[in-house]
């Protein structure tokens, strides 16, 4: 074989091992953008590199998936079905408060689904990979002061918090079963609240506030709207 021909099967050889790792590298960023959505490209402008992003991605994937994440029993389930009614009703009266109620409701069922409720970042790391889109809504909300929130952030937050809690325990639809604002409280007790709308934050804004007073009495109604539109809303597979 002539030293031409030697030479031209190397160049090809050397360009399609050179194509194989483009496609493997677009692939696995693929893979990581389905399992994470959002979270990829914010930590790829964070860490200014796709690469980086990746490679960190990856190694949140080891860790959460080490950590033993379980479904909720049945009996949970049914539980919480009926908590978040109790808080879906506060909120007509006092929407601050009922936000509140919500973000403990939510730490609740982690806890009780094994995240490590006791590191915060932990706990958003494993929500980041296993309810990707709806955690990217809840991340929206970090920040938020519901002692000084409009009506409208305060109702946008609950849609948000509804998305994660549905995509937690599994459930789609909630009726209101008992009158547990108590209960919720006395479990939401000692949980972690290092994001917007920590229990024991926030009043009852509605004897002072005449637009809320006025403006939340429709959010039973626009929540059943809100219920017909989650139907046709893409949801992460609990885990």
Sequence with gaps: ???????????????????????????????????????YDRLAKQLGSRKKAGAELTARQRRVEALGIRELAPAQQARYSGDWAVVQERFVDAPAEA?????????????????????????????????????????????????????????????????????????RTVQPEHDG????????????????????????RTATDPELAA???DFAVRNGDLAAQDTNRPADTPR
């Design 215 to 217: 403006g939340n009495r």
């Design 181 to 204: 604002v108590a209960d919720i409280r006395e479990r939401g007790a000692g949980t972690h609240g290092a994001v917007a709308g920590r229990p024991g934050q926030t009043a009852d």
């Design 1 to 39: 074989m002539s030293t031409g021909a030697v030479m031209g099967i190397v160049i090809v050889v050397i360009v399609v091992v050179a194509a194989l790792v483009v496609a493997s590298g677009e692939i696995r960023r693929a893979r990581l953008r389905r399992m994470f959505g959002p979270e």
């Design 99 to 171: 936000v509140a109620m919500a973000n403990a409701l939510i730490w609740n069922v982690m806890k009780d689904r094994g995240y490590p409720t006791e590191d915060g970042n932990a706990s958003m790391d494993a929500l980041s990979y296993y309810h990707a889109r709806s955690f990217e809504g809840y991340r929206q909300t970090l920040g938020l002061r519901t002692e000084t929130a409009t009506t409208e952030q305060l109702r946008a937050t609950m849609i948000r918090y509804r998305a994660l809690f549905e995509d937690l325990t599994g459930l």
